[in-house]
């Protein structure tokens, strides 16, 4: 690999780190669930916040935070001990400095940062009530702007560059950003949003083989079978049998478009087009980790929600470190668990992510408290 030499301490590898995406001002309004209706749909895995037309609603709290997902991963990144530089790109305003300053604040490098006075800085409005399963009002403003010249190859000489989602004019340069960084001799972590698997899926599945790990969750996952199974690929693999609720998935399979694929199936097809490793993340029910020859899961640990946005950036960045630095799918997913069981019970992105030794601690004190399954693909 390109960059600092890894050094082990404590279980984990210390690597330089590029993470590369989106940087916001994520404003987060706190409302108590007898003051907001909430309506869950009966026939589908949906529920809904119902705010009465000119009326005001009272508030728990109104509170701005630091958020986006390559500053969420970064920081993530940081605190674990990693050398860690982002590449975001901002506007010209007080919103661009105060993200700035917590890069500062949490020692990560802005050598790579962009800005421009085409638009402002990236702003999301969080509405979070009952289950804390926030809604969420984007306009991602100067994240849609990044340009060729916004990358420099240099950026990419690093042990880990990790991608987070990308749209617009920013998802266009997605095949350059994989190509730098295989060329940087880095190992190349993906974790796409819905928006862009949607609108550039042709794309996507040109350059998977520039990816190492990809990280998706259950519905960005279902999104990409109708593309697989029109690529050939087979739509059923090895049953994986368990009784554990849990593990629902690797039974139902995926389902989009009206196409089905067990998620073994899954696993072979993503793993055949060239990354090693895919994650799946399935909230409440843990998240699976397959390569071409097993599929392991891992459960979750009871936290009280206070909110779960930034949990997903939690999860794949420690999973991205630890995979990385050479550990097995098991010590991955845990340290990953814990992390991201931490930032849910803080009510903003990054509250709640843990430093080196405070995860360390944590997932040898309870190690055996996570259950992992592991099967053959």
């Not at 749909?41 to 630091?66: C, H, W």
Request: hydrophobic share 45%; glycine share 10%.
């Amino acid at each position: 690999m390109s960059g600092t030499q890894l050094q082990s301490d404590g279980g984990f590898k210390t690597l330089s780190v590029l993470t590369v995406g989106g940087a916001m001002i994520d404003t987060i309004v706190q409302i108590d669930p007898a003051r907001i209706e909430q309506m869950t749909m009966t026939n589908a895995d949906a529920a809904y916040l119902l705010v009465e037309g000119g009326r005001k609603v009272e508030a728990q709290s109104i509170d701005p935070f630091i958020g986006g997902g390559a500053v969420n991963a970064a920081v993530s990144m940081a605190r674990l001990g990693n050398k860690v530089a982002t590449l975001v790109k901002l506007g010209r305003d007080l919103s661009a400095e105060k993200v700035l300053a917590r890069l500062d604040e949490e020692g990560v490098s802005a050598d790579f940062v962009a800005r421009t006075e085409e638009m402002a800085t990236g702003a999301s409005v969080l509405i979070s009530s009952h289950d804390r399963n926030a809604a969420i009002f984007t306009a991602r403003g100067a994240n849609t702007l990044l340009r060729e010249e916004d990358l420099p190859e240099a950026a990419f000489a690093r042990d880990l560059v990790y991608v987070t989602g990308l749209s617009d004019a920013s998802a266009d340069r997605f095949p350059s950003i994989l190509k730098k960084a295989r060329d940087g001799g880095a190992f190349v972590a993906c974790n796409p949003g819905i928006r862009q698997l949607s609108s550039r899926a042709q794309p996507f599945f040109e350059n998977l083989r520039n990816i190492d790990l990809l990280t998706i969750n259950r519905v960005e996952a279902a999104q990409l079978v109708p593309g697989l199974i029109g690529q050939g690929h087979a739509a059923e693999g090895p049953m994986l049998e368990t009784d554990d609720p849990s593990q629902e998935l690797a039974v139902r399979g995926l389902e989009a478009g009206g196409f089905q694929m067990s998620l073994s199936a899954f696993v072979r097809a993503l793993t055949a087009c060239g990354p090693k490793i895919v994650l799946v993340t399935d909230g409440g029910n843990g998240a699976f980790a397959g390569t071409a020859d097993s599929i392991t899961h891992c459960g979750t640990i009871p936290v009280t929600i206070a909110g779960t946005a930034g949990a997903g950036d939690a999860y794949a960045s420690t999973f991205a470190c630890f995979s990385a630095g050479g550990a097995s799918a098991a010590d991955a997913m845990r340290a990953a668990t814990h992390n991201a069981a931490s930032v849910i019970a803080q009510v903003d992105t990054q509250g709640g992510l843990l430093n080196r030794s405070t995860l360390t601690k944590k997932t040898q004190e309870i190690k055996a408290a996570i259950k992992v399954w592991a099967g053959i693909v």
